[in-house]
């Protein structure tokens, strides 16, 4: 027996789990992901699209997102005919190896539906080794053949000819509330980053000297609890304060309670909140305006429309209970450092996001060209006011130049090929989004929580140290959605019971 079979013995359990697990299985598996599911998911949360000037006749008109969808990697020749190309070619020919994204849509003229129609907005880079990638599931021969190389792992994307990969990126996790200790006038305070599909809103709770519980979400700053859980549809100070306190006694439940008591219906409180947004127009005008930012922009992972006001108002009673445990010292700080509190960004997630916004522009610029041929006393058919060139840039200049949402940089790079070792190192890279001129000592420093999850060993020296890291070979990561109906059956069969219930008895 050589050595090599007395290691793979050694280490039976090891090899086990990579046959089974393969290293780069989390980028094919969340680029596929996101092609299959997410793309025709954030088309539909976007809704219903509109023009503001119509023809003569036409008192209304929508489109409505139905499916959108990503073909395999092609090439369109200067003759017009779109044929199968294969990633050695992109990279010899100096193109960028990408597939046609189509989008079907229904239109609705006069509120009633008319026809369906199919048009291609653009052409998204493809993944190497992903199942819409024309090497997919093809033999070591057949690959061998076509000039490809049979041990490569995949993982990346061909730009204008040139290997890039999407890193890996490390995030505070969103939708769930830390809270800290704040400095003067602010004793407590508490965070939260509220995402859903298509938004995507920052919010902040304060606890000040005198007691008073505020919140600031997007640009609406210091508005105080009380009046918008009231306005929310929680009018009862007894329902608030059981909410809030459980088993505890707050004194500063009391103090927010008192210093709204005469707001007691929810018009009163709507009313209120209304003048301190500066919103303009009579009573309903005001109402109608305040209930839309409170169901778009106040936290949209809970739900956007006007059934989900009353889950909104329970959430921020949580949010203002778990900042009186820190102020009363029966909890500590959130350790924004622990891994918990972390979520790893997969390259399907960050494109998730390019798409999301990239998706927007080309339905905002495709009823920009249908109200400039209306003005010019033309109507033009409906599937040609999209411009797929927009969406084509878009993606192309973000993975060639690294630059993302959210004025990030660096999320695609250039894949270091120096062998095998560096190809697999890049590809697992995690990299922080804090800045690396921050002086963060502790952001930097090895938490217990990395082990088992990243290398504690592999992160470079100077103004990047502790900041880009890897991830460990034992690693995995999850990015399917949880079914809310199944968790819900899930939590509910080990006693747990909805909090609407407990409140209305």
């Not at 859903?196 to 979400?217: C, N, P, W």
């Amino acid at each position: 027996m050589n050595n090599v079979d007395k290691n793979k013995d050694k280490y039976i359990l090891l090899y086990k789990y990579l046959d089974e697990n393969q290293l780069l299985n989390i980028h094919l598996r969340s680029f596929e992901y996101f092609a299959d599911v997410e793309m025709t998911e954030i088309g539909k949360k976007l809704g219903v699209f509109s023009p503001r000037i119509l023809p003569s006749g036409l008192r209304d008109l929508q489109f409505k997102i139905d499916k959108i969808w990503l073909s395999k990697a092609d090439f369109m020749e200067k003759e017009g005919v779109p044929r199968l190309i294969y990633p050695n070619e992109a990279l010899i020919r100096n193109i960028t190896y990408s597939g046609m994204v189509y989008m079907e849509f229904s239109v609705f003229e006069n509120e009633s539906y008319k026809t369906k129609y199919q048009v291609s907005i653009g052409r998204l880079p493809i993944m190497i080794r992903s199942k819409y990638c024309n090497t997919y599931g093809l033999s070591e021969e057949e690959l061998i053949k076509l000039g490809e190389d049979p041990t490569d792992r995949g993982g990346y994307f061909i730009i204008n000819g040139s290997e890039k990969v999407i890193i890996l990126s490390e995030e505070l996790s969103t939708n769930r509330f830390y809270v800290q200790e704040a400095n003067s006038p602010v004793k407590y305070s508490g965070y939260l980053l509220s995402e859903a599909v298509t938004l995507q809103s920052s919010h902040r709770m304060e606890l000040m000297k005198d007691g008073i519980l505020y919140i600031s979400f997007e640009r609406y700053k210091r508005i105080p609890l009380i009046p918008l859980i009231k306005a929310l549809g929680l009018s009862k100070d007894s329902e608030i304060a059981q909410l809030i306190n459980e088993d505890d006694n707050f004194e500063e439940t009391f103090i927010n309670l008192l210093e709204y008591q005469d707001m007691n219906e929810i018009d009163d409180n709507i009313r209120f909140l209304a003048d301190r947004l500066r919103l303009t127009g009579n009573f309903d005008v005001k109402k109608e305006k305040l209930l839309g930012i409170l169901d778009s922009k106040l936290l949209p992972h809970v739900g956007t429309e006007p059934k989900d006001r009353l889950w909104k108002a329970y959430n921020l009673a949580k949010m203002a209970r778990k900042i009186l445990l820190l102020a009363h010292g029966k909890i500590k700080e959130d350790i924004k450092d622990h891994f918990s509190n972390k979520v790893v960004r997969t390259p399907g997630e960050l494109l998730r996001e390019m798409f999301l916004i990239t998706l927007k522009t080309i339905m905002n610029d495709a009823m920009y060209q249908y109200e400039r041929l209306i003005r010019r006393g033309r109507v033009p058919p409906y599937n040609s006011i999209f411009r797929s060139k927009i969406f084509s840039e878009r993606f192309e200049s973000a993975m060639g130049t690294g630059k993302w949402t959210r004025n990030r940089n660096g999320i695609a790079q250039s894949l270091d090929r120096t062998n095998k070792i560096a190809v697999l190192s890049h590809l697992t890279r995690v990299f922080s989004s804090i800045s690396e001129e921050a002086e963060l000592l502790e952001a930097r420093m090895v938490h217990g929580t990395h082990w088992g999850r990243l290398d504690l060993i592999e992160t470079p020296e100077g103004h990047e140290t502790g900041l880009r890291k890897n991830l460990s070979l034992l690693s995995k990561i999850s990015f399917e959605e949880v079914d809310r109906d199944n968790l819900i059956k899930s939590l509910e069969s080990i006693g747990l019971r909805p909090i609407v219930k407990n409140i209305s008895k």
